[in-house]
């Protein structure tokens, strides 16, 4: 059965985790899906969760790998999915335990670090697009 958008009331947001990771030259790590869209690591937060149980689930499906720290909320931004609702997406600064690893999961086929002005050349789904607008903030005390 089709989502009916009608029905959603105003108020209504998917709820998307994200993980911040950057490496030690102050990129952001970013994952490309088969159609050449990319997309922070994370994904949607499960009611039964924690948040840092959301990030550690993600992390483990995206990169088989498990995040050593979780620090705080660092940014939050909106998006529209392609079905037409609206999500939020939290991000926090996460620290991984390896470099070494390949993107799993999720259609993703490559994964690299950029810095701010090569995050804001890349392609973005429509529903992940809402990063541009929080790049300052994801930054923030990185420069």
């Known amino acids: ?3 009916d958008l009608a029905q959603l009331p105003n108020t209504f947001y998917r709820v998307s985790v994200k993980a911040l990771i950057f ?3 102050k990129r952001l790590l970013v994952f490309q899906d088969k159609n050449g869209f990319w997309e922070i ?8 969760e924690s948040l840092e149980d959301c990030i550690r689930r993600e992390i483990k ?3 088989q790998l498990e995040p050593v720290h979780i620090a705080g909320v660092k940014c939050v931004y909106r998006c529209i999915h392609e079905k037409g609702y609206y999500k939020v997406c939290i991000a926090a600064p996460v620290t991984i335990q390896s470099a070494d690893f390949l993107p799993s999961g999720d259609d993703l086929v490559a994964a690299r670090y950029v ?3 090569e995050l804001i050349s890349l392609p973005f789904q429509q529903s992940e697009a809402g ?4 790049v300052d ?3 923030k005390d990185r420069e």
């Open 1 to 3: 059965m089709p989502l």
């Open 23 to 25: 490496d030690d030259q």
């Open 41 to 48: 690591p994370g994904g949607g937060w499960d009611r039964e």
């Open 61 to 63: 499906e995206e990169m």
């Open 115 to 117: 810095g701010k002005e």
């Open 131 to 134: 990063v541009l607008g929080a």
């Open 137 to 139: 903030e994801i930054w």
